[in-house]
């Protein structure tokens, strides 16, 4: 089954937030970080726990990033396309490697797509990638979100844990509370809805309930309000997480399907607001 690739590097580069750094504090130091003798972060210190025993997943975190030489590879000429667009702070080289595509991982033959959802791939991919990101009633939902080129900041609570994106400028809550997820949902969401438990060191999070108007990577892999994820999130010391997203979406296909994307701690960082009003690069990417 032929899949569309089209339209990967552009909509990558959209002006989710046009920062190079991420500071507004440039001489504040956050409390409880643990210091090396030099006085940086010391990312390989124990993680921090909260009160009741748990690692505590608070902090400003980026998803490893991926070479400008390895996205040549695994993309080929559109990356040299890209390369000519000046994005301050969304350079090719900061995003992560399922950015572009979720599926990165399976061979053209090992095709899971349904034909439906290659149809709809191909409706997504015939929207205005110029026009996207401020497009009323469009957002662009997770995993993409951090995937791109802005970190998240995750905020983590006694009974529900907060995923703040500064792509898009959305939020998720995690419930934490000890609730489960309904059968069925009256309002679907665009992030669906979460609910987390602890496996020993780890949080897991089953999320439901989604509409059918985000896309998977910016490939624009679809997917289905039928859609359930999970996640795994795990802090295996102050300065690194590991993370898994599982995909189940049996309307668009054929099997499940799991991504691992490491994360960094940013500590002393913030993230940014962004909004559509402050989006400068639109005017310097290529019309097509």
């Given at each position: 089954?032929?899949?569309?690739?089209?339209?990967?590097?552009?909509?990558?580069?959209?002006?989710?937030?046009?920062?190079?750094?991420?500071?507004?504090?440039?001489?504040?130091?956050?409390?409880?970080?643990?210091?090396?003798?030099?006085g940086?972060?010391?990312?390989?210190?124990?993680?921090?726990?909260?009160?009741?025993?748990?690692?505590?997943l608070?902090?400003?975190?980026?998803?490893?990033?991926?070479?400008?030489?390895?996205?040549?590879?695994?993309?080929?000429?559109?990356?040299?396309?890209?390369?000519?667009?000046?994005?301050?702070?969304m350079?090719?080289?900061?995003?992560?490697?399922?950015?572009?595509?979720?599926?990165?991982?399976?061979?053209?033959?090992?095709?899971?797509?349904?034909?439906?959802?290659?149809?709809?791939?191909?409706?997504?991919?015939?929207?205005?990638?110029?026009?996207?990101?401020?497009?009323?009633?469009?957002?662009?939902?997770?995993?993409?979100?951090?995937?791109?080129?802005?970190?998240?900041?995750?905020?983590?609570?006694?009974?529900?844990?907060?995923?703040?994106?500064?792509?898009?400028?959305?939020?998720?809550?995690?419930?934490?509370?000890?609730?489960?997820?309904p059968?069925?949902?009256?309002?679907?969401?665009?992030?669906?809805?979460?609910?987390?438990?602890?496996?020993?060191?780890?949080?897991v999070?089953?999320?439901?309930?989604?509409?059918?108007?985000?896309?998977?990577?910016?490939?624009?892999?679809?997917?289905?309000?039928?859609?359930?994820?999970?996640?795994?999130?795990?802090?295996?010391?102050f300065?690194?997480?590991?993370?898994?997203?599982?995909?189940?979406?049996?309307?668009?296909?054929?099997?499940?399907?799991?991504?691992?994307?490491?994360?960094?701690?940013?500590?002393?960082?913030?993230?940014?607001?962004?909004?559509?009003?402050?989006?400068?690069?639109?005017?310097?990417?290529?019309?097509?």
């Open positions: 089954m032929s899949i569309p690739n089209s339209g990967w590097p552009l909509v990558v580069l959209l002006a989710w937030a046009a920062s190079p750094a991420h500071t507004q504090w440039s001489d504040f130091r956050e409390p409880g970080v643990p210091r090396t003798r030099a940086n972060a010391n990312l390989t210190a124990p993680a921090p726990k909260t009160a009741d025993g748990k690692p505590d608070s902090g400003v975190w980026m998803h490893e990033t991926t070479t400008v030489a390895e996205m040549r590879r695994l993309y080929g000429s559109r990356i040299d396309e890209a390369l000519k667009v000046d994005a301050p702070g350079e090719i080289g900061t995003q992560h490697r399922y950015s572009g595509n979720i599926l990165l991982d399976f061979k053209p033959e090992e095709s899971m797509m349904r034909p439906q959802a290659v149809e709809q791939m191909r409706r997504n991919q015939a929207v205005n990638h110029l026009a996207d990101a401020c497009t009323p009633g469009f957002s662009m939902g997770f995993p993409l979100a951090d995937l791109v080129s802005e970190p998240i900041q995750i905020v983590q609570a006694p009974r529900i844990t907060m995923i703040l994106y500064e792509a898009g400028n959305f939020h998720r809550l995690i419930h934490t509370d000890g609730r489960t997820l059968k069925e949902f009256d309002l679907p969401a665009f992030n669906g809805y979460s609910a987390g438990h602890w496996e020993g060191d780890t949080l999070v089953e999320t439901a309930g989604f509409n059918d108007k985000t896309w998977l990577d910016a490939i624009r892999h679809p997917h289905s309000d039928a859609l359930r994820t999970v996640e795994r999130f795990r802090r295996r010391d300065g690194h997480m590991d993370y898994e997203i599982r995909f189940d979406d049996p309307k668009m296909y054929t099997k499940p399907f799991s991504v691992k994307v490491p994360h960094e701690l940013l500590p002393d960082t913030d993230i940014f607001e962004n909004y559509c009003e402050n989006e400068k690069d639109s005017a310097h990417l290529p019309k097509r």
